[in-house]
């Protein structure tokens, strides 16, 4: 691959609290991953992927062991997703050229939540809390836990039988490569 000038002066990320100062270079798979290259990578890797997208999209290995993927995807506006069947901006498969939105991408590489999904309000306590969810300290100590409880049974009660394909997303709903 040939260093490409054009893409780096087009997308570069800068500070948003000082913007003279640059944080880093987008991936060009940006619109998933969100991850920022250092701007040495391309002499160090000869491409523009980081490293979680080249793994997952791209080629790499020998033998029997080797991964074949596109590694940058294309994306493509107002489409309608063969899962959720919804118009939205969609992403090509990495090993055929079969298009699924964004959202549903995100759930079949990196495991990540439907759209909408709340999010837990006190982090640092996440894990302890769902180890020992029936401590009376969650109602004293973290108010926040039982309106987060609400959205979330709002929310799930929405969206159960939407996302019950999650098994088949691991290949493209098409083609199943």
Known sequence: MERDFDYENNN????EQDPSLERGLKCKNYIICEALLPKWWFECKGNYLCTNCHMMFG??????????GKG????????????????????????????????CFKRC???ENCEGEPIFPYSD????????????????DYPLIKIYNEEYNKWHDKNTGKYDTEEYLRKCPLCRK
């Open 12 to 15: 570069i990320v800068y500070d």
């Open 59 to 68: 080629t790499w290995g020998s033998g029997e062991n080797t991964h074949i």
């Open 72 to 103: 940058r995807l294309e994306i493509s506006n107002n489409l309608e997703c063969p899962i959720c069947f919804e118009i939205k901006q969609c992403i090509s498969q990495p090993r055929c050229e079969h298009l699924v939105c964004i959202d």
């Open 109 to 111: 590489y990196y495991g």
């Open 125 to 140: 306590v996440e894990d302890e809390y769902y180890d020992d969810q029936e401590n009376p300290k969650w109602d004293n």
